[in-house]
């Protein structure tokens, strides 16, 4: 099998038609040439199989429907694609196939949102070289989305730890209070830092300190949930935004960390260390329209007293 009869064996293709027209001869040729192919023929059918099955690419006749060709295709690049696989796209790539169109007519075709035309009688060698370049258009589109979103990790997350640079966990802090509120939900914040980080420094070495500070991001990605916003909030201070979580909630989660931390030794030549950490936690108060910037002076302050409680304390500002 050549590398071209592999990559076509990867491409999705979705031929829209209705059951009187005439599709064969094209899908017979993109049988050959190994392309995974399915059809649809009525509009919810093919709505149904963009979200459920994803297609790389569609060939919509325009007799498709009794919808027009361009509002069609609107409605297909609307439909939300879920799912982590890489290989899920935003929206397929669309070419319409058309009878007796005029050149104004293409030209609004694609002005309008469909990304190639075909007119009939279909010249097989021409379209499977069209479908080839459109492809390969899906593939640049998805490199560089990947390369943006590559560089918007960088620019938002701490280089150290993994966790969200405080810039990034304030904004979105900000839009968590505005949704709590609306919704009239939960949502807690925990402070922690290092009992004994300094003893770290002074024993060891700050190579061993960095690589501390490394590990409890690493505890805390561990020990959260995605939808949690966990940020380094700069030396030996970490704090997670806990959307939908109340105090009780937000206990637990200290709970998990504090335990995780104790667990992990630390080792430097025959060395060895073990740290504590100590939680201040807090909750919006909505009867007196907390701001972020106030939970987080409120879980700052209970931190301060779970310090004088002692390492390895949680304090709750009420």
């Known amino acids: 099998m050549t590398v071209d009869q592999t990559l076509a064996e990867n491409r999705r293709i979705l031929i829209a038609h209705p059951l009187s027209d005439d599709f064969t001869v094209l899908t017979t040729q993109l049988h050959e040439e190994r392309y995974n192919l399915q059809s649809a023929h009525s509009t919810e059918e093919l709505l149904h199989k963009v979200k459920a099955w994803s297609p790389h ?52 075709m694609l002005e309008g949102g469909a990304d190639d035309v075909f007119q009939r009688p279909l010249d097989l060698i021409f379209i499977c070289a069209k479908l080839r370049s459109l492809l390969r258009q899906r593939d640049l589109h998805d490199q560089i989305k990947r390369h943006n979103q590559k560089l918007q990790e960088l620019s938002i997350r701490d280089e150290l730890t993994g966790l969200y640079k405080m810039g990034y966990v304030q904004d979105r802090l900000s839009e968590e209070v505005h949704r709590s509120r609306r919704n009239n939900s939960s949502l807690s914040c925990i402070m922690l830092d290092i009992d004994n980080i300094r003893q770290v420094i002074d024993q060891f070495d700050h190579n061993l ?49 504090k335990i995780a931390i104790s667990r992990r030794k630390f080792k430097e030549g025959r060395k060895q260390i073990k740290l504590t950490a100590c939680f201040g936690i807090s909750m919006i108060d909505h009867v007196f329209q907390d701001e972020g910037s106030s939970l987080l002076r409120r879980a700052e302050r209970a931190l301060t007293s779970a310090k004088k409680e002692g390492a390895g304390s949680i304090a709750v500002d009420q």
Not at 59 to 76: F, Q, T, Y
Not at 85 to 103: F, I, L, P, R
């Open 57 to 108: 690419l569609i060939i919509l006749a325009e007799n498709m429907s009794r919808i027009a060709p361009l509002d069609l295709i609107k409605r297909v690049q609307q439909t939300v694609i879920f799912g982590p696989e890489s290989s899920k796209w935003d929206h397929a790539m669309t070419a319409v196939v058309v009878e007796n169109a005029n050149s104004n007519y293409i030209a609004a």
């Open 209 to 257: 300190a960095s690589t501390v500070i490394a590990e409890i991001g690493k505890i805390i990605r561990e020990t959260t949930r995605h939808i949690d916003i966990s940020g380094h909030h700069g030396g030996d201070e970490f704090i997670i935004i806990l959307p939908d979580a109340n105090i009780d909630a937000a206990k637990l989660v200290a709970e998990r960390i």
